[in-house]
């Protein structure tokens, strides 16, 4: 594992144990504590006697294929020289580099009998020579650092923070009167323990009102050298009080395209043409969050279309039609605000108004290309791939995929150039660390190596993600119909921590919209999934569309083809609005983390882009079968967002046949830990919460379903807002067409 060390002398200290997470983002979220703070993999148990040290140079981990097998190391620091250096063999199978880097990152790669391999163990991955290398960084132990260890909120609004003081290699000690959280309100913690021995530092607030509070803990060593600083999030929500801080399970995210959404003035009439322009703005999504629409829908997150600055005019597409930049995935400036949008302090009012409500706010980020009046094109060419433009001619997308560009005005960044990738980097970075954000989504990421995204997720992790909190971060990787292992390449601890669920998405389309599957596609799909990216801890972002495909309803009615330029008329039909209902239900009940694309609570119709991002619908124009889909949406989106079976629980299925699909989902929380300290009483029980989830199609006969052993004897149905008798332990349901049901337990706090 390349870590930072004490110093090449240093004898090695303990291998690392790297399996899969116990919970998504688990191993994630411990690797960006020990790394942000430039830890190591370390056996030092007297961290009461002596203040942990900042460790330098890298100490590389490699356990071979065979104990005879023959491994060296070669890297940037000698020039790639081979052969390379030549680790120490231990008696457990591992073998050990110490390396002594200078400060700063470093690229190398394990050869092990002839064959060039990347650090398995360590997050980021590079180029070099036409082969992908491990890239890893040696800290600056000439200055001390700060890393949070940990952060614990109540409901009530207290919250501590603890923190570690790794010295520098001088071993001046921590200053205790140095300490400080200045919070980007202006705010500070109060610190109530410093312990300059074991460099244990203890920070707290109280009365703090709901929302998310960053802060940067500063300090200095006894001869007045900086520490690194560190970021700690504080957030004040309805699930950072219990024992699960929030994670990406506990989201539903709902899915803003700014420019289609509302105005400033409230809703938009159509653009002159399906690329142009509308008028949407921020502000308009501030209003429809202030007036609690979003929140109805149980959102716990908002993902804003691109915020960059676009370009003005018209741009012909490969299909010869004048597109304009409404969508914002043309970018021209690195960190500027498209002021069509917004402006800087209208951002800066939103995200304060989504933090004040508990809501995440995930930025959407283009890493992959930029547009031609980008600076970076005439500042530096050489960050650029020259290639063809995708899907034309014999630039097919399978084999030109990482280099193709998506128009001749849409230059694609060369992610083998460190320089390029740096850069990219740090501009994802300033648009988290400017507006305070809590998440990102990844364009294009199949058409980047995967050094791309992990770059940008270990920056975000090393430099956000502790104990306690949790980004997330999600990538759009575009593919077909069973296409499951495609996606798990981009995922893991080092990786992705979900991709849209496309596979899934198709098949719902293919059961529901089109009946051409049975319904217990949908099962077989959720669980092909979960095999082909097992131990990755993922949370897939699972959605019935977005704005790269046709509109759910339009493929339930049978029109979303053809001309894309051309609008099918919204449906009357009231099936299409009832195989809506059973589509959203399923995202919504499923493992996983909800992504509805704004209009798709309504049924929204539409060809695939540009006319799958028609303008969002005023309420006096929505039909009651609009109406009704949106409240059940509303419904099921506030059970999920109140009940933890549904965010977290397990999935059982009980039946799954052509036409029914029921599962349930069961979540057993672990009792206090206190509960299992030495000398106290037996653990409580454990405690259980249960969902049962019915979706069906076109059933010939009522259904009953034999229910888990622990049901409740009352359910309640949040569907239909009725009570079941359920003490026979047998559920049983009408043969009504494409029916939802999402019971709880009637004493449950969602059954309100």
């Not at 919970?23 to 190591?40: F, I, K, M, Q, V």
């Not at 082909?532 to 790269?548: E, P, Q, R, S, T």
């Not at 909800?594 to 309504?602: A, R, T």
């Not at 807002?721 to 067409?737: G, M, W, Y």
């Amino acid at each position: 594992m390349a870590r930072a060390t004490r110093a090449p002398s240093t004898p090695a200290r303990c291998p690392p144990s790297l399996g899969g997470p116990a919970r998504p983002l688990g191993l994630a979220l411990a690797l960006a504590a020990s790394l942000g703070a430039g830890g190591a993999c370390s056996s030092q148990g007297d961290a009461a006697e002596s203040a942990p040290t900042r460790a330098c140079g890298l100490t590389i981990w490699h356990k071979p294929a065979s104990a005879a097998a023959h491994v060296e190391v070669v890297g940037d620091w000698d020039g790639w020289k081979r052969p390379g250096l030549a680790p120490r063999a231990r008696d457990d199978g591992w073998r050990v580099l110490d390396v002594d880097a200078p400060p700063g990152e470093h690229a190398y790669a394990i050869v092990e009998d002839g064959v060039w391999l990347t650090d398995k163990n360590e997050p980021m991955t590079g180029a070099h020579d036409g082969k992908e290398v491990t890239v890893a960084t040696a800290a600056d132990c000439s200055r001390p650092a700060l890393g949070v260890d940990g952060v614990e909120t109540t409901a009530e609004g207290a919250a501590t923070v603890r923190a570690t003081f790794r010295t520098a290699r001088s071993g001046a000690r921590l200053d205790p009167a140095s300490v400080l959280a200045r919070g980007r309100d202006g705010s500070t913690l109060t610190v109530t323990t410093v312990d300059p021995a074991s460099g244990a530092v203890v920070l707290e607030a109280s009365g703090l009102a709901r929302g998310k509070y960053t802060y940067t803990l500063e300090a200095r060593d006894a001869a007045g050298v900086v520490a690194e600083d560190a970021r700690a999030t504080v957030w004040i929500d309805a699930t950072s009080g219990s024992a699960e801080p929030w994670d990406p399970r506990d989201a539903i995210v709902y899915q803003v395209v700014l420019d289609r959404f509302r105005g400033s003035d409230g809703p938009l009439a159509p653009p002159s043409s399906p690329s142009a322009r509308a008028g949407g703005t921020l502000a308009g999504v501030r209003q429809a969050l202030e007036s609690g629409e979003i929140e109805a829908l149980g959102a716990t997150a908002i993902w804003l279309s691109p915020l960059y600055a676009n370009p003005t005019g018209d741009f012909l597409g490969n299909d010869g039609r004048p597109y304009t930049s409404y969508h914002g995935y043309w970018p021209i400036a690195p960190r500027a605000i498209d002021s069509r949008f917004a402006s800087e302090a209208e951002l800066e009012a939103f995200v304060s108004a989504a933090h004040a409500r508990g809501i995440r706010v995930l930025f959407d980020v283009v890493p992959n290309h930029v547009h031609r009046e980008h600076p970076w094109v005439s500042e530096h060419p050489e960050w650029f791939i020259e290639d063809c433009l995708c899907g034309q001619g014999s630039c097919d997308w399978g084999k030109h995929i990482k280099t193709c560009w998506f128009a001749p005005y849409l230059p694609d960044l060369d992610w083998t150039n460190i320089d390029a990738g740096r850069a990219a980097t740090d501009d994802v970075m300033w648009w988290l660390d400017r507006w305070d954000a809590d998440g990102i989504r990844i364009d294009a990421v199949p058409m980047m190596p995967r050094a791309a995204t992990r770059r940008i997720a270990t920056a975000a992790r090393r430099r956000y993600a502790h104990p306690g909190h949790a980004l997330y971060i999600l990538g759009e990787n575009f593919t077909g119909p069973g296409n499951y292992q495609s996606l798990r390449y981009d995922l893991g601890p080092y990786g992705l921590d979900g991709s849209f669920h496309f596979p899934l998405m198709w098949t719902l389309r293919e059961a529901i919209a089109l009946e051409t599957a049975p319904l217990s596609s949908i099962d077989a799909s959720f669980r092909a999934g979960e095999a082909a990216w097992d131990g990755a801890g993922a949370v897939m972002g699972l959605m019935i569309g977005n704005h790269d495909v046709s509109r759910f309803a339009s493929a339930s009615a049978g029109n979303d083809g053809g001309d894309t330029w051309s609008a099918p008329a919204q449906p009357l039909d009231p099936t299409v609005y009832a195989k809506q209902r059973v589509a959203l239900a399923s995202v919504l009940t499923l493992p996983g983390a909800p992504v509805l694309y704004y209009g798709d609570e309504v049924g929204l119709a539409g060809r695939s882009d540009p006319d799958c991002r028609r303008v969002m619908p005023a309420e006096d124009t929505l039909i009651e079968a609009q109406l009704d889909t949106r409240e059940m949406a509303r419904r099921i989106g506030r059970a999920r967002a109140c009940s933890r079976a549904l965010r977290r629980g397990g999935l059982t299925t009980l039946v799954a046949d052509a036409e029914r699909f029921v599962f349930a989902r069961t979540f057993d929380a672990d009792p206090p830990p206190s509960a299992s300290a030495p000398g106290a009483a037996a653990p409580a029980p454990r405690d259980r919460d249960a969902a049962i989830v019915v979706l069906v199609r076109r059933p010939t006969r009522p259904l009953e379903v034999p229910l888990p052993a622990g049901t409740p004897a009352e359910l309640f149905d949040v569907v239909t807002r009725t009570k079941v008798d359920a003490s026979s332990n047998v559920l049983r349901v009408d043969a009504e067409p494409f029916g939802v049901h999402v019971y709880v337990p009637a004493t449950s706090a969602c059954a309100r």
